[in-house]
């Protein structure tokens, strides 16, 4: 069965750093581009970063670009997220998504989802 587990979140506090994993099994996901998104409470889930099937192409939202890396492993059939510098307005559940069409940078082009991490930023 085609998936992806998310890991990693957590609380942390302004300034720190977290990575996130995202878990990719079945085999048909295991070439695909992939992205992360996040939705804050009472917010949209918005676009936060994509990459390439081979992971030479990326891209970042505004909000977190210098700030956050996403990167993958395909031997490990793995994506991350490695944020640093964090805010508040990072706090979120974190969803990682693989699609058919770089970038994975709006919903319509998400195949499937992750089950979302919790990421808890505070003062």
């Known amino acids: 069965q085609v998936q992806l587990v998310e890991s990693g979140g957590g609380l942390v506090q302004a300034g720190g750093s977290l990575r996130l994993s995202c878990a990719i099994s079945g085999r048909t996901l295991s070439t695909k581009p992939m992205g992360w998104f996040r939705q804050a409470p009472g917010k949209e889930r918005e676009f936060v970063a994509s990459?390439?099937?081979?992971?030479?192409?990326?891209s970042y939202a505004d909000s977190v670009k210098g700030r956050f890396t996403i990167s993958r492993d395909n031997a490990k059939n793995t994506v991350y997220l490695q944020m640093n510098s964090l805010k508040l307005e990072d706090t979120a559940v974190y969803y990682c998504?693989?699609?058919?069409?770089?970038?994975?940078?709006?919903?319509?082009?998400?195949?499937?989802w992750g089950q979302g991490t919790q990421v808890t930023v505070s003062s």
């Open positions: 998504a693989a699609g058919n069409t770089p970038p994975v940078n709006v919903a319509a082009r998400v195949l499937v």
């Open positions: 990459i390439s099937w081979i992971g030479s192409i990326t």
